[in-house]
């Protein structure tokens, strides 16, 4: 009786084993929490704004510099990061108290260069490009609004990434991401007036046919109050095979 007992145990125990050839994804060890995020910015220098993904809704800094670094699997540096890219940050579990929040202990940073999407790039371009753009209306700016269509970046933790990048390279305050009615119902913009005094608002929204996949179309303008507002009206814009986006500017227009 108790041979046959043993014999049904390493019965059961070969038939719940993994096959040898299976692959594995990586774990956290104990005490180790992991994140996966966007790479939003920063993978040129290393210094890496990164946009929770899922429910995760935060933003982070992570100094890549030092840390192993895998990209497919396979061994790699900070220097083969892209912006885009989807990665995910072992680290203590403890988060520094700042905005964006920074890792406690980070440990290492796995990447894959599949699914690369590199949508907050594509806001920053526009978003600059607005910015050269009759500069007299960028002065003295101490309330600041970008609103992203959801169309063009469905993550809203990217849609954020996008807007404080943009303020933090231009030294603007840090931003809100009303869109206009918005800012008219919680009372930053008199819409009888069409005043917002010493606050700027950008906008990039998607086109009537915006597209889809690797193509999109959207209008951009920055307003600074009353009736005229600055803008490109039908831009177009297109992914590269590395996850990119190049956009051509639409028509400028002041209205």
Not at 47 to 68: I, K, M, V
Not at 93 to 99: A, N, P, R, T, V
Not at 187 to 200: D, I, P, Q, R
């Amino acid at each position: 009786m108790k041979r046959l007992i043993a014999a049904l145990l390493v019965l059961c125990l070969v038939g719940c084993s993994a096959p040898a050839s299976a692959s594995v994804p990586s774990v956290p060890s104990p005490g180790v929490a992991a994140v996966t995020c966007r790479i939003a910015d920063g993978a040129e220098d290393g210094s890496l704004l990164l946009a929770g993904q899922g429910e995760d809704t935060g933003l982070y800094r992570l100094s890549a510099a030092d840390l192993p670094i895998t990209l497919d699997g396979e061994e790699a540096s900070a220097a083969d990061l892209r912006d885009g890219m989807l990665v995910t940050v072992y680290f203590s579990g403890e988060m520094l108290e700042s905005y964006p929040a920074s890792f406690h202990q980070p440990t290492r940073l796995e990447a894959v260069s599949e699914g690369a999407d590199d949508r907050a790039g594509l806001a920053l371009q526009a978003l600059d490009d607005l910015w050269s753009e009759d500069t007299a209306l960028n002065e003295n700016i101490e309330e600041l609004s970008v609103y992203i269509d959801e169309t063009l970046i469905p993550n809203p933790a990217e849609r954020a990434a996008a807007a404080w990048r943009f303020a933090e390279l231009h030294q603007l305050p840090p931003p809100m991401t009303y869109s206009w009615e918005e800012l008219c119902d919680e009372g930053y913009v008199n819409k009888e007036e069409l005043s917002w005094e010493k606050g700027c608002y950008l906008e990039l929204k998607a086109a009537e046919d915006a597209g889809t996949g690797k193509t999109l179309r959207f209008n951009a303008q920055k307003w600074r109050g009353g009736l005229v507002a600055i803008m490109y009206d039908g831009c177009t814009a297109k992914q590269k095979t590395d996850g990119g986006w190049k956009y051509e500017r639409g028509v400028f227009a002041i209205a």
